[in-house]
């Protein structure tokens, strides 16, 4: 039986397994790792082959059975290349290309049917969806039977079970457990690198699912807590989490440790690097989460853990949002409105991941809330609906734009506040309001949306996210393997 200190997860994003080079690399990672411990391997599909897909499925539905072929043309082209460069063997090639057109013609087939009933149900979508992850996880397997590494593909319908909700499907962990200890743990003993399928999982009758956009770092972890995982490593094209958005912030750099209530936090913010999802399975088990990038092995990127870095600044990142709006209920009755807030935040929390509750840090007689500029209408109806006061007044505020500052119990350090006031204060920036959520580890600050850079430039600033930290004092890596 496998032991959980021998036992490391890792997924490879679409990057990661974006061509024969990074196919290639990804196999020598795990090899290398597998040198020291049994490894399962959790891989998305190619660069942008879902999102292809997707759109097939959708222009499928219209009737367009031109988009089939297409597809095949596409697949055909990308895939195949890949597997001339990485397989070198006739009698592997082979079977995989066999594999291979197989899964082509499945996904040609599907879109298909698609076109004839003029209608693509969930159920459908999943199934096309899943194609990419097929794909990719054979290539990846070739790839280390090519370096003499006993690889072995395992659909993840075989391992993860899951509700019946299509496209966004929760697993059911015992059932989970259950059947991915029964698959994989002989296939560990044995010697093998079991390579799954990552965003996918099927039902308790074996209908196939789909966790969601972003899902194979949830596959990972789902996969590390039942199978009691001493790490998850999430391989990607970043060197992890980092203070901000770089594209944003010039000096923004890797955040080394973080604590898994900062990482969900950044996550539920939008950081890209980390699915909302992500950390949910462990967060019970405190199974270590690293995020590392494939492309520069060596270094160590971001380790997260359940207590984080004390040694560092309570401020461990600051996230830009654009695109949203602020939606204020007003009241003399605020209690009234603070007691409900918990069954409206319920409401409109599911018509975007990016809601965000605010409760303001100030004496006024309201109730905030941020949300995407695409739902503010229909949250607006949730709330009118839910709240049902007479007196209440909802208003949306459209030009906006919010900085939020992540870090382990930000919310309830008074200093924090007062330096994000002053800091805006001395920079001349208009603050129209500042609140957190329902997190500890978050506050927010709204300001008009043409001053959106210029906040999130002073607050990195103001809590010198951009010095460089230590390294990490604990670091598991694949690096002192290669």
């Not at 597809?71 to 195949?80: E, T």
């Not at 890949?82 to 057109?101: F, G, N, P, Q, W």
């Not at 975007?352 to 309201?366: G, H, I, M, N, Y």
């Amino acid at each position: 039986m496998i032991k959980r200190e021998k036992l490391r997860v890792m997924k490879f994003g679409g990057t990661s397994v974006g061509d024969a080079e990074c196919i290639r690399r990804t196999a020598e990672i795990i090899a290398c790792a597998a040198m020291q411990r049994s490894v399962v391997t959790v891989v998305s599909a190619m660069c942008g082959v879902t999102d292809r897909l997707i759109q097939v499925a959708k222009r499928s539905a219209t009737g367009e059975t031109s988009a089939a072929t297409e597809l095949v043309a596409a697949l055909r082209q990308s895939h195949f290349a890949t597997l001339d460069s990485l397989i070198s063997d006739s009698r592997s090639y082979s079977r995989l290309a066999a594999e291979t057109e197989r899964l082509i013609n499945e996904a040609s087939r599907l879109c298909l049917e698609t076109a004839r009933a003029r209608k693509l149900t969930p159920r459908m979508l999943d199934a096309i969806a899943s194609i990419g992850e097929r794909l990719s996880a054979r290539l990846v397997a070739g790839a280390l039977c090519a370096l003499k590494q006993p690889g072995v593909v395992v659909d993840a319908t075989e391992l993860i079970v899951t509700n019946e909700l299509h496209a966004a499907a929760e697993p059911l962990m015992e059932h989970t457990r259950e059947r991915a200890r029964a698959r994989l743990l002989p296939l560990l003993n044995d010697g093998a690198l079991p390579v799954v399928t990552g965003f996918i999982g099927a039902t308790t009758g074996s209908v196939l699912t789909t966790l969601g956009r972003g899902g194979s770092d949830y596959s990972a972890t789902i996969l590390g807590a039942v199978l009691d995982a001493e790490e998850i490593i999430l391989w990607t094209d970043v060197d992890g989490i980092l203070t901000a958005d770089p594209r944003l912030i010039s000096e923004a750099r890797t955040q080394p440790r973080l604590s898994y209530g900062e990482a969900h936090d950044l996550a539920s913010f939008g950081a890209k690097s980390l699915h909302p999802k992500t950390l949910r399975p462990v967060m019970e088990v405190g199974i270590p989460v690293h995020i590392r990038n494939s492309f520069a092995a060596e270094s160590p990127g971001t380790i997260i853990t359940p207590g984080g870095d004390a040694r560092e600044s309570r401020v461990k990142a600051v996230v830009a949002l654009s695109e949203v709006c602020l939606i204020a209920v007003s009241g003399e009755r605020i209690n009234d409105l603070q007691d409900k807030m918990g069954k409206s935040a319920g409401l409109i929390s599911g018509l975007r991941a990016s809601f965000q509750p605010l409760v303001k840090l100030s004496t006024d007689c309201e109730v905030c809330f941020i949300t995407n500029k695409t739902s503010a209408r229909r949250a607006v109806k949730s709330l009118r609906h839910a709240l049902a006061l007479q007196m209440e007044r909802i208003t949306i505020n459209w030009n906006i734009g919010v900085v939020a500052v992540i870090g382990d119990g930000v919310r309830d350090a008074p200093e924090i506040a007062a330096r994000l006031r002053l800091v805006l204060e001395s920079e001349g920036i208009k603050l129209i309001t500042i609140g957190h959520g329902a997190s500890k580890n978050n506050i927010s600050v709204v300001v008009e949306a043409e001053e959106l850079r210029r906040t999130l430039v002073a607050l990195h600033r103001e809590f010198k996210l951009g010095q460089h930290a230590p390294a990490p004092h604990v670091q598991l890596t694949v690096a002192a393997e290669l």
